[in-house]
C-alpha cells in the first residue's frame, strides 16, 4: 500500500476554511484515496473518498490534482468540534487483502 | 453512530488473565476488521474476515491472539495470557466489500493490563 504523508498538526480557528495535504507520491492504478475522521476515545470516522478531480459531501471536499500525487481534505468554516484527528489513506478497496493502512495523521486544533 | 458495536468499551484485567471483545458489525456487512490503536499512534490492523473466513492475519497477531467470526455475523477476539503491552484500544469496522469498500468503525474497547 501506498505510503502517505502529511503535515503533524495544524491550527485554526472557527469559521475558516481549514485545508490539509497529503502526498502519496507512490500511489498505484487501482487506489483511491480516503480520509478519515478520529475523536480521542472514539473510533475513526470516514469522511470522504475519492479517486480523481474533484469530490464534494455535506462534510468536506476533496481534491484530487491529475497526477494523484497529493490529494487535499478542504474543511469549510470549520468549528470547534472539528478538533480531531484527521487521516489520509490510499488503498485498492477491491482488492481482496485490502485494509486500512493509518499513519500517524494531521492532529487539527480549532480555536475560538 | 455508525452501526457497528462493541462490549465491553473499558475492560481492566490482570497480567495473565484471558478475556474477550465483541464486535457486532451493520447487519449486511460481509467483511469484518479488527484493528489496534496505541496512544498518539493510527490504527494498526490485526486481521479481517471476508463473511466467517479469516483471510488475513497481522503479523502482529502473536498465538495469544486469536479471532472468530461465527455464521459471518458478529466476531470475537480473544487474548490468552496477557500481558501489559496489550494494552490498546481495539477497534472493529465492517464493510460491503463493494467497489468503495468503506469501513465503518465501532466505538472500540480500551483494555488495561495491570
Known amino acids: 500500500l501506498a505510503k502517505t504523508t502529511q503535515p503533524i498538526s495544524m491550527d485554526s480557528y472557527e469559521g475558516q476554511e481549514v485545508n490539509i495535504t497529503c502526498s502519496h507520491n507512490n500511489i498505484a492504478t487501482n487506489d483511491y484515496i480516503t480520509w478519515y475522521q478520529q475523536f480521542p476515545s472514539q473510533g475513526p470516522r470516514f469522511i470522504i473518498q475519492?479517486?480523481?478531480t474533484k469530490v464534494t459531501n455535506e462534510v468536506a471536499s476533496l481534491f484530487i490534482p491529475a497526477d494523484r500525487k497529493s490529494s487535499t481534505l478542504s474543511l469549510p468554516r470549520v468549528s470547534l468540534s472539528d478538533t480531531a484527528v484527521y487521516y489520509c489513506?490510499?488503498?485498492?478497496?477491491?482488492?481482496?487483502?485490502?485494509?486500512?493502512?493509518f499513519g500517524s495523521g494531521t492532529r487539527l486544533l480549532v480555536r475560538p | 453512530d455508525t452501526g457497528v458495536s462493541q462490549n465491553p468499551r473499558h475492560k481492566i484485567t490482570k497480567r495473565g488473565q484471558n478475556v474477550t471483545f465483541r464486535c457486532d458489525p451493520i447487519?449486511?456487512?460481509?467483511?469484518l476488521y479488527w484493528y489496534r490503536q496505541t496512544l498518539g499512534q493510527g490504527p494498526e490492523f490485526l486481521t479481517y474476515?471476508?463473511?466467517?473466513?479469516?483471510?488475513?492475519k497481522s503479523r502482529l497477531l502473536s498465538d495469544r491472539f486469536s479471532a472468530e467470526r461465527p455464521k459471518g455475523s458478529f466476531s470475537t477476539l480473544e487474548i490468552q495470557r496477557t500481558e501489559q503491552g496489550d494494552s490498546a484500544m481495539y477497534l472493529c469496522?465492517?464493510?460491503?466489500?463493494?467497489?468503495?469498500?468503506?469501513?465503518?468503525f465501532g466505538p472500540g474497547t480500551r483494555l488495561t493490563v495491570l
Open positions: 489513506l490510499v488503498g485498492a478497496p477491491m482488492d481482496s487483502s485490502y485494509k486500512l493502512i
Open positions: 474476515f471476508q463473511n466467517e473466513a479469516q483471510l488475513e
Open positions: 475519492g479517486y480523481k
Open positions: 469496522a465492517s464493510s460491503l466489500g463493494d467497489r468503495a469498500d468503506t469501513q465503518y
Open positions: 447487519s449486511e456487512h460481509n467483511r
